[in-house]
């Protein structure tokens, strides 16, 4: 693992993402190393020869001078990385970075597909909104280790029910979901009593892990060869359009809200679970 410090002159960038008006990066690259990542593009724009998951870079920057100016404005960790990467132990950037802002009235949204987030539990109490997102897209501990190094699905299944019990708003983020390998209403009948909001998004191949994983599908799930044939190489969307009507009926028969593509998800604690159908989101956003 390569792993550098860098400096840099902000750490908070403005964004067009439907979860916060800013992101923040504390790190360069990810080391959890999913095999689907689409923040892997990022490589391009680095020096590293390393591949994706191999390397870090580790920010610092200046103290932010005027907190205040981020109050009432939504803050998303982290859109190309991993905030709690298992390096956030020994480097704390992220716990610089909630230091930094507690207490500004910024409203922060943190996805993270690891329970070192529980460390700054202390911190999340400083803030007047905060929401926290697990990524899972299986309960099969095989499977998620073949697609990432990140801790546990089970670990990631406790994290959320302790932030929760802290009144912490949670999200289980339900992606990327493999067709006919990720079920979705197992994993939402596994979370519902700890989680506030359950989002769905398709797996979506493009660039270059698109052959690694029709590859590794087909040495490993040889029967859904044919599935994902129709999927990525004929674009059919009947599976997603399926689903996403499984998923309609479940919320229906469990008294769950149910949307499309909705943005806006600002709700009481207590509100209902809500489960958004966020399929081809990424065509969502390039049309905004
Ligand atoms: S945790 Fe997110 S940013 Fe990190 S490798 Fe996985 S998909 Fe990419």
Redesign the pocket.
């Known amino acids: 693992m390569n792993i550098q410090a860098v400096q840099v002159k902000n750490i908070l960038s403005k964004t067009n993402l439907p979860v916060g008006d800013y992101a923040a990066n504390p790190y360069i690259g ?5 095999k ?5 593009f990022m490589k391009r724009f680095t020096n590293h020869p390393e591949p ?2 191999e390397f870090l870079d580790v920010k610092f920057w200046p103290e932010i001078k005027n907190p205040a100016k981020y109050n009432g404005k939504s803050i998303f960790l ?1 859109s ?3 905030p709690y ?1 298992q390096f956030e132990e020994k480097y704390q950037r992220t716990r610089a970075l909630l230091t930094q802002l507690a207490n500004s009235g910024a409203k922060i949204t943190l ?3 690891s329970d070192l987030i529980l460390r700054d539990l202390d911190l999340l109490k400083k803030f007047k909104e905060v929401r926290v997102g697990f ?1 899972i897209n299986t309960l099969d501990e095989k499977f998620k280790n073949d697609m ?1 190094c ?1 801790v546990s699905i089970e670990r990631r299944i406790d994290a959320m029910r302790e932030l929760y019990n802290a009144k912490i708003k949670t999200t289980c983020f339900i992606s990327p979901i493999f067709p006919g390998i990720t079920d979705p209403i197992a994993i939402i009948q596994r979370v519902k009593d700890f989680c506030n909001l359950v989002w769905l998004e398709n797996l979506n191949l493009r660039g270059d892990f698109k052959y690694k994983i029709l590859n590794y599908i087909k040495q490993n799930y040889p029967a859904l060869t044919n599935l994902y044939n129709e999927i990525y190489n004929h674009k059919s969307r009947i599976y997603w359009e399926d689903l996403g009507e499984q998923v309609r009926e479940f919320a229906e028969q469990n008294n769950f809200d149910y949307a499309r593509n909705q943005d806006n998800i600002a709700r009481p604690f207590d509100a209902p679970l809500l489960i958004v159908n966020y399929f081809y989101h990424s065509e969502i956003i390039k049309k905004k």
């Open positions: 990810c080391t959890h190393a999913c689907y990542c689409y923040a892997s994706w998951g982290s190309v990385t991993d990467n996805q993270t597909k990524s990432d990140a």
